[in-house]
């Protein structure tokens, strides 16, 4: 299976940090310090921290980066590479089947279809183009189902592969390693790019000063229906005083009166 080829000439003359054997195929360790350009275009870039390459399916290279392969690198043992290069044997059946009882038998029919429904149009236009239409949207959908099968099945290939390396490593360990890895990836690029990091967390500092102020300087919204008690007591009270002062009133009439 070939996986990154143009990869594979660049360390003819580089000696590998580690060699594993097995069944007359070959994998070659290298770290990536050791090639100029590697880290940038793969780990910098696309976030790559360990890079495959072979052209034959039987000898294979993998470029990891130094401090990662120093953090994690139980997860690059012999045993653990062997099994990835076993699913990558896995798939490759998986893809060949697909291409040889699906891709072939499939394109082969449509052209045969195409062909009838060209003739067929020139006898009857109006059905040989039906035809036509008929015959690419069912092989649009039958192409879709087909690759959601085979994606499925390398998932469960994937998972097979995993649980094996899972059951050697020790399952406490290999979550162990798998939050090591997670934790150098974060801290790795935390360096890299440290004047985001603190653009960020200024952003969310920031953010977070502006709500409590907000919510410090905002008074609470009342209800509809606070706001129509306080302005029924309200008025009650404007009357209560009126009618206080109009008796005030009548008081000292009386007593104007009476003098």
């Known amino acids: ?36 350009g590697l880290k940038e275009e793969f780990v910098n870039t696309k976030g790559q921290f360990a890079v495959w390459s072979s052209v034959d399916g039987s000898n294979y290279r993998l470029f990891v980066e130094d401090g990662y392969y120093e953090s994690v690198g139980e997860l690059y043992s012999g045993f653990v590479n062997r099994q990835w290069v076993e699913f990558w044997d896995k798939t490759e059946v998986i893809s060949k089947k697909f291409s040889r009882f699906v891709i072939y038998p499939l394109m082969l029919l ?92 200024a952003d969310n500092k920031e953010a977070n000063d502006e709500a409590e102020v907000k919510e410090i300087e905002e008074p609470k919204e009342e209800s509809s229906e606070a706001l129509e008690a306080k302005q029924e007591e309200a008025l009650n009270e404007e009357e209560t005083n009126d009618t206080l002062e109009k008796e005030v009133e009548k008081e000292e009439s009386k007593s104007t009166d009476a003098e």
């Open 1 to 36: 299976m070939k996986i990154n080829p143009k990869l594979f000439n660049i360390a003819d003359s580089v000696s590998p940090i580690d060699v594993n054997e097995f069944d007359n195929r070959k994998i070659e360790v290298y770290k990536m310090s050791d090639f100029s």
């Open 110 to 201: 449509a052209v045969a279809l195409c062909v009838v429904a060209l003739v067929l149009q020139n006898q009857m236009p109006q059905w040989g183009s039906y035809v036509i239409i008929g015959v690419l949207v069912v092989m649009f959908i039958f192409m879709l189902g087909a690759n959601t099968f085979v994606k499925k099945k390398m998932a469960a290939a994937n998972q097979e592969s995993r649980k094996i390396i899972e059951d050697h490593i020790g399952a406490g360990k290999f979550d162990k390693l798998l939050a090591k890895q997670k934790e150098y990836m974060d801290d790795y690029f935390d360096a890299l790019y440290p004047q985001e990091n603190e653009d960020e967390n």
